[in-house]
Nanobody, 125 residues
Framework: DVQLQASGGGLVQAGGSLRLSCAAS????????IGWFRQAPGKEREGVSC????????YYADSVKGRFTISRDNAENALFLQMNSLNSEDTAVYYC??????????????????WGKGTQVTVSS
């Protein structure tokens, strides 16, 4: 079975940093793009970042460019999101998701085929 599990969330002060991890299993990890999404209360789920299968191409939402960095360790079947300079608008539940080869957009949350349980990130001002 395909499984994705996000972890590393928590409570942090504005301006602080967190590093999220996503552990994957049940599929050939380095064959697929994997992305991070988030959903804040009352808002739609949005794409935050995505990594190509080998990590050579990365994509970011405008709201996180220059602050967040996505990376992956294909030997460990793991995806990471380093989040710096956090602000209150980053407060959300963060999810990792597997993007199928047939999906052309990394930001369409409903185009992903597998999701992990999210991890809560709360930024206090």
């Amino acid at each position: 079975d395909v499984q994705l599990q996000a972890s590393g969330g928590g409570l942090v002060q504005a301006g602080g940093s967190l590093r999220l991890s996503c552990a994957a299993s049940g599929f050939t990890f380095d064959d697929y793009s994997i992305g991070w999404f988030r959903q804040a209360p009352g808002k739609e789920r949005e794409g935050v970042s995505c990594s190509s299968p080998d990590g050579s191409n990365t994509y970011y939402a405008d709201s996180v460019k220059g602050r967040f960095t996505i990376s992956r360790d294909n030997a460990e079947n793991a995806l990471f999101l380093q989040m710096n300079s956090l602000n209150s608008e980053d407060t959300a539940v963060y999810y990792c998701a597997k993007r199928p080869r047939t999906e052309s957009s990394w930001q369409r949350w409903d185009g992903m085929d597998y999701w992990g349980k999210g991890t809560q990130v709360t930024v206090s001002s």
